[in-house]
């Protein structure tokens, strides 16, 4: 019995020097700048951090399995005011030609000329970049909202909105900008901007998701 408590004590104090250790990464950890706190957010005219704002987007592949891509680069401005998010006016521009995928092959399939001069499966090798606009703003909660605009893809314009929850705002300890961080997440049917190549194997239905981030201009 007296191995017993021996075994015991020892073990509970193995554990207290652990939690105290682990107490004390804790209190060095560096604080993470960002945090989901409207208070944090000043009004002004924002841009977009082109490296850190990213559009995936996903198609069925076959009824097999979904199939996923990303644009990057993308560009733009919002002026925004906390006190009136219905107010807010964003205008981006999303360069097809950033377009990624993990097949090179697939890439050059979405970017190649048409074959012999017909039109394009895809995109083709120089499409212009895809621009969206806001044209209406409302509030659906405390940090979410719904953003209707004029996307244009293609050479074709439709209305689009968006569904946007605000991730993030504080000071970006790299470059000192204050940044506030949103997503956002909408359907579109493809062929609605003149890209039908095999639909149905490939679903008409593209499913977009934004991460994006918004740094405060001086």
Avoid: C
């Avoid at 652990?18 to 107490?23: F, I, K, P, R, V």
């Avoid at 606009?133 to 909105?161: C, H, P, W």
């Amino acid at each position: 019995m007296k191995t017993s408590f021996a075994i015991v004590a020892a073990l509970s104090a193995s554990a207290t020097m652990a939690l105290g250790a682990a107490s004390g990464i804790a209190q060095d950890a560096p604080e993470i700048p960002g945090v989901v706190d409207v208070s944090r957010i000043q009004a002004g005219s924002y841009a977009t951090d082109p490296a850190h704002t990213v559009i995936q987007w996903e198609v069925d592949h076959f009824g097999f399995n979904p199939y996923f891509g990303l644009f990057g680069d993308v560009e733009g401005t919002m002026a925004f005011d906390p006190a009136n998010v219905e107010a807010t006016t964003l205008d981006v521009t999303i360069p097809v030609t950033s377009l990624a995928v993990v097949s090179s092959g697939l890439r050059e399939h979405m970017l190649r000329p048409g074959k012999d001069g017909g039109s394009p499966d895809f995109f083709g090798p120089t499409p212009p970049a895809a621009k969206f606009t806001t044209t209406d703003v409302r509030q659906i909660g405390g940090t979410s909202a719904v953003a209707t605009g004029d996307l244009t893809l293609n050479g074709q314009t439709r209305e689009v909105s968006l569904l946007v929850e605000f991730t993030g705002a504080g000071k970006n300890p790299v470059n000192e900008t204050e940044t506030i961080g949103f997503t956002a997440t909408t359907d579109v049917e493809r062929s609605d901007f003149g890209i039908g190549y095999a639909i149905p194997m490939v679903s008409d239905t593209v499913e977009l998701t934004i991460t994006a981030a918004f740094e405060r201009q001086p």
